[in-house]
């Protein structure tokens, strides 16, 4: 049975209108004078840290302490205005998916995987009214390596059910590659969706337990019943 779901952000729970990739480039310009220096980068599935250091080693500025606080406290700045000018969204099925899992006879605890620094984490989810649906979370903040954040998120989740955690009890759901091979690192099932950049095909390649084109086309509780 899962006792624990953890959510992906971007492309699984919400789109950010491209908020995200804008404040990023922003931060890139206004704080380290490097207009269009990420037009080449691929953000999806990726930290917020890693980001930072593959954008400083590409432009050779010093990925030290100091310069990646003030290129993330500039990005969320930005993001935090972007966010409300740009028409980002709720994804499909995912309201019903949430109340579906709290309307469980043992609801499992709803948590967040993701990729995001915790400020941008909830920045983006207060913008969409779902911050307040997650209990914990694991964050780029934790550590740089998605796979390192799947194994915090899960020692975290076993910490509040205060009792050791299966990686079959525990449920994750992204919309990239990245998230099922960090669902592998932790043996845990991955629910893939076909909300962000990748089709149900291309999910369905790295071999996810699931892959669905949105969270409508699957039935929770019995997923969650394991
Ligand atoms: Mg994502």
């Known amino acids: 049975m899962i006792r624990l779901v953890l959510f992906d952000i971007d492309g699984t729970l919400?789109?950010?209108?491209?908020?995200?990739?804008?404040?990023?480039a922003a931060a890139a310009e206004h704080a380290f004078?490097?207009?269009?220096a990420t037009r080449?980068?691929?953000?999806?599935?990726?930290?917020?840290?890693s980001l930072v250091r593959e954008l400083f080693l590409s432009q050779g500025i010093e990925p030290s302490a100091q310069n990646i606080t003030l290129f993330l406290t500039t990005y969320l700045h930005w993001l935090e205005r972007y966010l409300h000018e740009l028409p980002g969204r709720v994804l499909p099925g995912v309201s019903e998916a949430l109340a579906t899992i709290r309307?469980?006879?043992?609801p499992p605890v709803i948590s967040l995987l993701t990729g995001n620094v915790r400020r941008g984490a909830e920045l983006k989810l207060r913008r969409y009214g779902l911050w307040e649906e997650f209990v914990l979370g694991a964050f780029a903040d934790?550590?740089?390596d998605?796979?390192?954040?799947a194994a915090i998120a899960h020692q975290r989740g076993a910490e509040h059910l205060g009792r050791p955690l299966a990686g079959s009890?525990?449920?994750v759901i992204g919309d990239t590659p990245h998230d099922i091979t960090c669902a592998r690192h932790i043996g845990a099932p991955c629910l893939a969706v076909a909300t962000g950049g990748f089709t149900?095909?291309?999910l369905r390649a790295h071999d996810p337990a699931w892959a669905v084109e949105n969270l409508h086309q699957i039935d929770l509780p019995t997923v969650c019943r394991g």
Do not use: C, K
């Not at 309307?103 to 043992?106: G, I, R, W």
């Open 14 to 24: 919400i789109a950010s209108g491209g908020a995200g990739v804008r404040a990023f």
């Open 33 to 36: 004078a490097l207009p269009g």
């Open 40 to 49: 080449q980068m691929t953000f999806a599935g990726r930290t917020d840290v």
């Open 103 to 106: 309307a469980l006879p043992e």
């Open 142 to 144: 934790d550590h740089e």
């Open 146 to 149: 998605r796979n390192q954040i």
């Open 169 to 171: 009890e525990i449920l």
């Open 200 to 202: 149900v095909d291309q």
